[in-house]
């Protein structure tokens, strides 16, 4: 099937732990995509990519660090965590139809840190 | 960056009923999108909408940019129990960023 994949489903550490997360796209599209939505389902962009290179980087703490070694994979790796960094992760990659950047999103990865 | 304000925040209503879901922004967006979310998933998109004063009609769904392209509204006519999930909509922003409401999640009772 076409989509959008993520491991792991659930992830559960503890503080001052270092986690990784992968995703893998296989739609062919080029722009790739991090986001966290909180506890109050509030979805936010990280950061994103094109064809390798990163375009976007919002105002995340440099323990975040995404990685792209394709344009097909996106993964995010997450130094020291923290109890703050609880919420659910979803990768995206997007389709450009006229000025619109439309997302498809993976299946997100819960993180619980204890 | 651009705010969006999505209404109400929850809504619980029986099947067969009609609703509306709004988003509105003081600023202008160059697209507005609507997604649909449902428990351990990740949202799906249902319609992009890029003109101002665009209708689009998804079978029961209907959804409308305003004239300004600052507001759209999504409306759904007699609701039924598979509609319920968390609606977000999502501004596109500058390049492909996209800005998104904090989300309406809808019940629909049987």
């Known amino acids: 099937d076409t989509a959008v994949s993520q491991t792991p489903k659930y992830l559960v550490t503890q503080m001052g732990n270092d986690k990784s997360i992968k995703c893998e796209q296989n739609?062919?599209?080029?722009?790739m995509y991090w986001y966290k939505q909180d506890s109050k389902k509030f979805l936010k962009i990280m950061f994103s990519?094109?064809?390798?290179?990163?375009?976007i980087n919002e105002t995340v703490p440099n323990r975040f660090s995404p990685k792209s070694p394709d344009k097909a994979h996106l993964n995010l790796h997450i130094n020291s965590l923290e109890l703050g960094d609880s919420a659910v992760y979803f990768c995206?990659?997007?389709?450009?139809?006229?000025?619109?950047?439309?997302?498809?999103f993976g299946p997100g990865t819960r993180l619980t840190v204890t | 960056t651009q705010l969006l304000e999505q209404s109400p925040q929850f809504l619980s209503i029986q099947e067969g009923e009609n609703l509306t879901v709004y988003c509105n922004s003081s600023?202008?967006?160059?697209?507005l999108q609507w997604y649909r979310q449902e428990p351990g998933e990740g949202p799906v998109l249902l319609v992009t909408?890029?003109?101002?004063?665009e209708v689009k009609k998804l079978k029961r769904l209907t959804f409308q940019f305003g004239d300004a392209r600052k507001d759209s509204s999504l409306h759904i006519t007699a609701a039924q129990p598979g509609d319920t999930g968390l609606y977000l909509c999502?501004?596109?922003?500058?390049?492909?960023?996209?800005?998104f409401g904090a989300g309406t999640i809808l019940r629909v009772k049987s």
């Open positions: 995206a990659s997007s389709l450009q139809t006229g000025t619109a950047w439309e997302q498809y």
């Open positions: 739609l062919g599209h080029d722009t």
């Open positions: 990519y094109n064809n390798k290179e990163l375009i």
């Open positions: 600023s202008v967006f160059s697209s």
């Open positions: 909408v890029v003109t101002g004063g």
């Open positions: 999502a501004g596109g922003e500058y390049g492909n960023k996209l800005v």
